[in-house]
């Protein structure tokens, strides 16, 4: 699996680490050939995912509401996923503490 993250700090804290490597495990049990491209932003992460064939889009977004549900993290799918054969997702980052 093909990963580009952009606009990232040069160390990144543990919850993330974690997270990102619990994303592409579940990812790649799915499709290992797609390809990830991550963009975080002040507000949110914003995930593109191009899966190596249509086939498996449909099983990329079922483990990936499986997964964020188990972790309680809410997703936003974006709205052109049939007609673009792009899954892109957003995770809003909780700046309050």
């Known amino acids: 699996m093909e990963v580009n993250r952009k606009y990232f700090p040069a160390v990144m804290q543990d919850n993330e680490d974690i997270y990102f490597a619990s994303l592409m ?22 995930f593109r995912l191009v899966p190596s064939l249509p086939k498996y889009t449909n099983m990329l977004i079922q483990e990936l509401t499986k997964f964020h549900n188990l972790i309680s993290v809410r997703l936003d799918f ?20």
Do not use: H, W
């Not at 673009?84 to 997702?89: G, K, L, P």
């Open 25 to 46: 495990g579940i990812i790649e049990s799915v499709d290992e050939l797609s390809s990830l491209e991550v963009t975080r932003t002040p507000q949110a992460y914003l």
């Open 78 to 97: 974006g709205k052109s996923i049939k007609s673009s054969a792009t899954i892109t997702f957003q995770i809003p980052i909780n700046t309050s503490i």
